[in-house]
């Protein structure tokens, strides 16, 4: 059973940064695409980066193009994003997920396994 466990969420002010971890369990890591994604309070849940089993190929939605970076260690089994210049408006629970097919989806349906989420949240 493939596990999924994010951390390094909380606090922070506008400008400021966070990394977020995914760390991933009883699975193939190597082999799965990674995927983050957020859901604000009232809002549905929205792509916000993926990154393909190498490593290579990733895509950013464009509300965090430049300012998130997606990546991933396969020898530590944990994909990160690394978020800067937050805004109040990246407020959300954020979300890992994993798909078995290892090539980048930006749809919440193409993945298979999802991590509980971890809260960030953005101060004025």
């Known amino acids: 059973q493939v596990q999924l466990v994010e951390s390094g969420g909380g606090l922070v002010q506008s400008g400021g940064s966070l990394r977020l971890s995914c760390a991933a369990s009883g699975g193939a890591f190597s082999v799965f695409a990674m995927g983050w994604f957020r859901q604000a309070p009232g809002k549905e849940r929205e792509f916000v980066a993926a990154?393909?089993?190498?490593?290579?190929?990733?895509y950013d939605a464009s509300s965090v193009k430049g300012r998130f970076t997606i990546s991933r260690d396969n020898a530590k089994a944990t994909a990160y994003l690394l978020m800067n210049d937050l805004r109040p408006e990246d407020t959300a629970v954020y979300y890992c997920?994993?798909?078995?097919?290892?090539?980048?989806?930006?749809?919440?349906?193409?993945?298979?396994?999802w991590g509980q989420g971890t809260q960030v949240t953005v101060s004025s």
């Open positions: 997920a994993a798909n078995r097919r290892g090539i980048v989806d930006i749809g919440p349906l193409g993945y298979d396994y």
């Open positions: 990154i393909d089993w190498s490593g290579v190929g990733t």
